[in-house]
DNA sequence: TATGAAATACGTGTTAACACGTAATTTTGT
DNA sequence: ACAAAATTACGTGTTAACACGTATTTCATA
């Protein structure tokens, strides 16, 4: 029995949550090699027991999930990497492809969805719901339209999504808040922002976590 | 040794958290009557059970945790609400007093610490941890300084937080908008807003979550 | 080297958000 | 009934954010 089933560790930071989990697994007959409370200790335990999966909330201290992902690829570690997270984050799906992120688990998933993953994964496919799928052609959809910024501008946004004024931003960048006004309104018109009183100040706020 | 335990119901729409708990309670021998996935459930639960303690999630479908304390409130019931968070929800906590919760558990508290909390419940006393008293203290002084706002000021305050512009705003309340104008100078004044482009604007935005 | 894109900066004009103020009317509380 | 607060609305002025445009310089690429 534990032969066919995959060897795992996870790690996150709310007791209630890591409890959970692991009760589940444990439920489960998976071969649950160890559990963690923080990226640190996360990334210990996928180095020393070299487990088929890592289930891992994205937060964490000291290490986030994304990042021991990151240092998991770095080292040619084969542990296949599925992220924990609340809410769908913006940015952290697009990295899934660079990283070798295996599949992501709302919070919200029943059970069965779950072990659906950890099935899928095992099995060598990525795992991606419908929803999460969906999300990620709207994320794709904006973020390509950003791409269609030069990198001055993309500079400006987010200066701008920082409450920093035209005078302020110039001052900063030393150049002329002329040269600001011209790129504001270069940027309203590539994203297509309806020309509003404080609408590139309300939009830069609303996709401030697209301007890493 | 179930005399001494309280009976509790809990309800959470996230299923590991859901189950973190339950297991937890259970192993904890304390007399679980049931758990619930929406705040319809949970409020059937309490009315139909009548335990010592709910632990809810405040943000579930149907209902909120907070609209079934209030709900609880309303119909004399006596259990005693716990309320589980992820985050510091701030205009939340103001509500504390009026709707008999009893406590919070912040998602991040460590398993004893919710022991902790539920024995201090069931012994008929309120229970937040520092931090939240803390934060309720932070809150507290935000709000008061709102209360300085007229009613107008704010309404206006909180149609600015909408992205709503002066002429919007006037025209929705029927009033001229140099009438919002001269409001918007009065809160500026009151709230001890920095002079700065924008400010108002930026400072309705932060606290969005107060202008209920 | 030539070309196109990016960066820079200005001209000119309009409007919205702000400041500081006055004042009348209405509402509220005692 | 009276006083204070709230509401309403205006006068006047300044400035920042926007629009639409021109133009030069620099940079990247073929």
Redesign the interface.
């Known amino acids: 029995m534990n032969n066919s089933k995959p060897s795992i560790i996870i790690a996150d930071?709310?007791?209630?949550?890591?409890?959970?989990?692991s009760?589940?697994l444990l439920e489960k007959g998976y071969n649950l090699l160890g559990s963690g409370t923080d990226g640190r200790e996360a990334y210990n335990l996928i180095t020393q027991k070299k487990p088929d999966i890592a289930i891992l909330d994205i937060q964490m201290p000291y290490m986030s999930g994304i990042e021991i992902a990151q240092q998991c690829k770095g080292a040619n570690i084969s542990t296949k990497i599925v992220l924990i997270t609340?809410h769908k984050e913006k940015e952290l799906y697009q990295k899934a492809k660079e990283l070798n992120i295996f599949g992501y688990i709302l919070?919200?998933?029943?059970?069965e969805e779950?072990e659906n993953c950890i099935k899928t994964v095992k099995e060598g496919s990525p795992f991606f719901s419908e929803k999460i799928k969906e999300f990620i052609g709207v994320v794709q959809a904006e973020v390509s339209e950003l791409d269609t910024l030069t990198p001055s501008e993309k500079k400006i946004l987010k200066l701008i999504a920082q409450?920093k004024?035209n005078k302020e931003i110039a001052s900063q960048l030393f150049i002329s808040y002329r040269t600001v006004e011209k790129h504001r309104s270069n940027i309203i018109t590539k994203l297509k922002i309806e020309p509003?009183?404080?609408s590139l100040?309300?939009w830069a706020?609303e996709h401030h976590d697209k301007l890493l």
Chains 1, 2 share one sequence.
């Open positions: 930071d709310h007791p209630l949550l890591l409890k959970g989990l009760d589940f609340l919070k919200e998933f029943a059970l779950i409450d004024t509003k009183t404080n100040l309300i706020k």
